[in-house]
């Protein structure tokens, strides 16, 4: 296949297209530089930047070429695994989805590169966090390039190691030693997930193919496709962070912001949702299937906004608002092919957006030394530029007309509105939560009373000592940059994306999207911008009146049970503590007693047994040969009358 | 003659020589007694090997004589040794192979 693209008439697409592994193996390769050999880290930054650079550089040439070609092209790189009818190759399929995804993926990952530079100034380690930031945009892009499933895993195993080891990048702070843990045991359960439906893929129907399974699934038939739906519904529930697994998203906010920016909240959260969109077809096949995934969708969408609602952290809070925009996603992608389209539109905006803010939000952390709201307030009179940044991304977010959120909740609402109106509402209803948690967030951060002290160090600081050499940063130039970039970004991507992207995407999902105009405005649109003013208006009256009533005290706070739920975070964590965590405790605690009592113990009296024994048998041992003699004798002749009486009788 | 003949002329020299590493204390005797019980197994082998008109008796046999051969190097040698240390050819003077 390879080859025959390559004899075909648009040479220099296809060379292109044909070798495009090298943007995975470009940063793969400074990852392995940066983390592996020794060298000066006078290179550190050109080379830890250029590795994504060079990675996105090539996407965009990609991209730009496949404006004009839109062909999908498959580079079959060799065959990894033929068992039977059944193969496993590693192969990149380019096509108007993936190159997408990895335009996202290489472009906040250098925006982010370049935002590090003047955010880890400071920090002795930096040098690890590059190459791990090099090797999570390998991993990615790996995982987005896949054309099956098998190798799509390979990526979604690595997104999940590099995600562990930047969470747990300052690693002797234990908080942020348990976070990374329990990242990487709840992107277990999404394994089990992918794994069971590759196992069914692979026994069914002998491929993993992304553009071969859905027809041949649906060949065998309908419970099947049911499986597989549900398996992957799982794997990316836990990896998308979607309501009951949500937990590990929070606390994964203890890695350096920068990572947050990347990981976890533009790129690897959205891989589930990424999961979902390819395998769509097999979705199509298994409606239960697909009401499931709508139905997880709108319980994030709740969940995250109750979480974030009440959140104290303002990392915390962006964490759980993004939970609640990839709820958004998962139901635009459980509606269907027109669902489907928006649901990229959603999950490209808001990748955009949520990067911004979170850079938005390092830049603060950076200056005031905080992050939790108790502790913060009236900044905008001390990082007017952050706030500037935090304020695009947050009337984006809310979806303010022509912004970026604008357009892609409202396709989402439309579409569901029009399949199925109960999730419609539903949508709208979640539009209002969104508006109020993040008037509020921007209310308690940016205005108000400062407090909080000008403080001597670096919020996120790796070692006591190097706390104290820390200084406070007023924002260098890179940081600026990439906040500038992202912050337009967020405001004008969706007005660009509105009117092309399901063209666009035509080949992928097949849908016939008939909104595209660049005012669609009906009595939904106008439905959700005045329940958006109304929210608004609201928060900012309550907030300029009432001072929040946990500012007081956080036990008058708690007697309100939707906070004090919400605070806890839905009970999420004493949920997993019950119901997983205590009974393996228990069954371990058994196990070890087993072990000790009865397994050791049975030893003990067996080795006892025996060493009494051979105390009594060694009396034999008399060094006296001629007894030796006679009891051999003796003993012959024994055996020889037993054979005699045997073959008698 | 006939077959039991032979065959009781072996199991006698069995039991002379069983009865000599049996009751004699001396060294070389039962080293003796050793070898006697040997050849009357290779009498009795080589009497059936006649009787079944078969070779694997003799065969058997000149496999005793050789394994005998390498035993009389091993076991003189460590009869030497014996008496070199203890000045005694008596068994129940070395009985310090004990636990």
Not at chain 1, 126 to 154: K, T
Not at chain 1, 253 to 271: D, K, R
Not at chain 1, 443 to 465: D, H, K, N, V, Y
Not at chain 2, 39 to 45: E, F, K, M, S
């Amino acid at each position: 296949m390879y080859t025959s693209m390559l004899l075909m008439e648009s040479g220099s697409f296809t060379l292109l297209a044909g070798n495009c592994w090298v943007l995975i193996a470009f940063p793969l390769l400074v990852a392995a530089l940066l983390l592996l050999v020794r060298m000066s880290d006078s290179w550190l930054y050109s080379v830890g930047v250029g590795g994504v650079g060079v990675s996105f550089g090539y996407a965009v040439v990609l991209f730009i070429m496949m404006l004009g070609e839109p062909e999908p092209i498959t580079v079959q790189l060799y065959t990894w695994l033929s068992i039977g009818d059944a193969e496993v190759t590693v192969s990149l399929l380019i096509d108007q989805l993936s190159i997408l995804f990895a335009l996202l993926v290489a472009g906040i990952g250098t925006l982010v590169a370049i935002y590090s530079v003047g955010y880890l100034s400071d920090e002795p380690e930096r040098r690890r966090f590059f190459g791990l930031l090099n090797l999570f945009i390998a991993a990615m892009l790996l995982l987005v390039l896949a054309d099956n499933y098998v190798l799509l895993f390979v990526g979604w195993e690595a997104v999940g190691l590099v995600s562990y080891l930047l969470i747990g990048f300052w690693q002797e702070k234990e908080v942020a030693a348990n976070a990374a843990k329990k990242a990487f045991v709840m992107n277990r359960v999404a394994d089990l997930g992918l794994l069971s439906a590759i196992a069914v893929l692979l026994t069914q129907i002998g491929t993993v193919r992304f553009t071969a399974v859905a027809e041949q699934l649906g060949a065998v038939g309908g419970s099947w496709a049911g499986v597989v739906g549900f398996a992957l519904l799982l794997a990316a529930c836990a990896k998308s962070a979607q309501v009951p697994l949500q937990s590990w998203l929070l606390d994964a906010m203890e890695s350096p912001t920068p990572a947050s920016a990347l990981i976890h909240s533009a790129t690897m959260v959205a891989a589930g949702g990424y999961l979902i969109l390819r395998s769509l077809p097999i979705y199509m096949l298994a409606p239960t299937a697909r009401l499931a995934v709508l139905l997880i969708g709108v319980l994030t969408l709740f969940g995250g906004a109750w979480m974030a609602a009440t959140g104290r952290d303002i990392k915390r809070v962006l964490a759980c608002s993004t939970t609640s925009q990839l709820g958004y996603l998962m139901l635009a992608a459980g509606l269907g092919p027109v669902g489907a389209v928006f649901a990229v539109f959603q999950l490209l905006t808001h990748g955009v957006i949520k990067a911004g803010l979170f850079l938005a939000v390092g830049t603060l952390t950076r200056r005031v030394g905080r992050s939790d709201l108790q502790g913060l307030g009236g900044l905008v009179k001390v990082l007017p530029y952050t706030f500037v940044a935090f304020a695009c991304g947050y009337l984006a977010t809310i979806g303010v007309p022509f912004l970026s959120g604008f357009y892609a909740k409202g396709h989402i609402i439309a579409t569901a509105w029009e399949t199925i109106p109960a999730f419609g509402a539903l949508a709208v209803v979640g539009v209002g939560l969104g508006a109020f948690y993040m008037t509020r967030l921007l209310l308690l951060t940016f205005t108000g009373t400062a407090r909080w002290q000008e403080a001597p160090i670096g919020a996120e600081t790796s070692t006591e000592t190097g706390a104290e050499n820390r200084q406070p940063l007023r924002g260098s130039v890179s940081m600026r940059f990439s906040l500038t970039v992202l912050s337009l970004l967020a405001l004008g991507g969706g007005l660009a994306l509105n009117g092309w992207l399901p063209g666009w995407l035509q080949p992928v999902f097949a849908a016939e999207v008939s909104r595209t105009g660049l005012l669609y405005f009906d009595w939904l649109n106008y439905v959700t911008l005045g329940l958006l003013f109304v929210v608004v208006v609201g928060t900012v009256i309550y907030y300029r009146k009432v001072t929040p009533i946990w500012f007081k005290a956080a036990s008058t706070a708690d007697e309100v049970a939707l906070v004090r739920i919400g605070a806890a975070e839905l009970y999420a964590d004493d949920a997993l503590q019950r119901g997983v965590v205590a009974p393996l405790s228990t069954v371990s605690a058994r196990v070890s007693w087993t072990e000790s009592e009865v397994l050791e113990n049975g030893a003990r009296h067996l080795w006892r047994v025996i060493g009494r024994t051979s105390i009594l048998m060694r009396r034999l041992q008399s060094g006296n040969v001629r007894t030796y003699v006679l009891l051999f004798v003796a003993g012959t002749a024994v055996l020889v009358s037993a054979m005699l009486l045997w073959a008698w009788v | 003659m006939s077959l039991s003949a032979y065959l009781i002329v072996s199991a006698v020299l069995f039991c002379i020589g069983l009865a000599g590493v049996l009751l004699r204390r001396n060294a070389l005797v039962m080293f003796m007694g050793i070898e006697l019980m040997l050849n009357a197994a290779n009498l009795a082998l080589v009497t059936f090997s006649e009787a079944h008109a078969e070779l694997d008796g003799q065969v058997a046999a000149v496999f005793t004589m050789v394994v005998a051969a390498t035993e009389v190097v091993v076991g003189l040698a460590i009869i030497i040794t014996i008496f070199r240390s203890k000045a005694s050819l008596n068994v129940d003077d070395a009985r310090r192979l004990r636990h």
